[in-house]
């Protein structure tokens, strides 16, 4: 299984090309926020709120606003779980 079981009953909606895309944003918005912390601490502790978000997203391979959206990018296998 992958991802994290913090949220056992949610269904996964996050995967392949997406999760990936996350953890890259992610890593970003960290450079960001670690160039701008000396100067602008708001910016830096916004990048970081939305680094952690979008890290959390990818691990546990949920997403609140796909899941109200009905996005799911996860490729499932014939039992319906998610394999990415």
Known sequence: MSGLDILPHARKNVGGYDRLARILLGVALVVVGTAAFPSDVTLAALAFVG???LF????????????VLGVDTC????DGECQN
Do not use: E, K, P, V
Not at 56 to 67: K, L, M, V
Not at 75 to 78: I, K
């Open 51 to 53: 680094a952690a978000g």
């Open 75 to 78: 490729s499932r296998d014939a």
């Open 56 to 67: 959390f997203n990818a691990a546990t391979q949920f997403c609140g606003i796909n899941a």
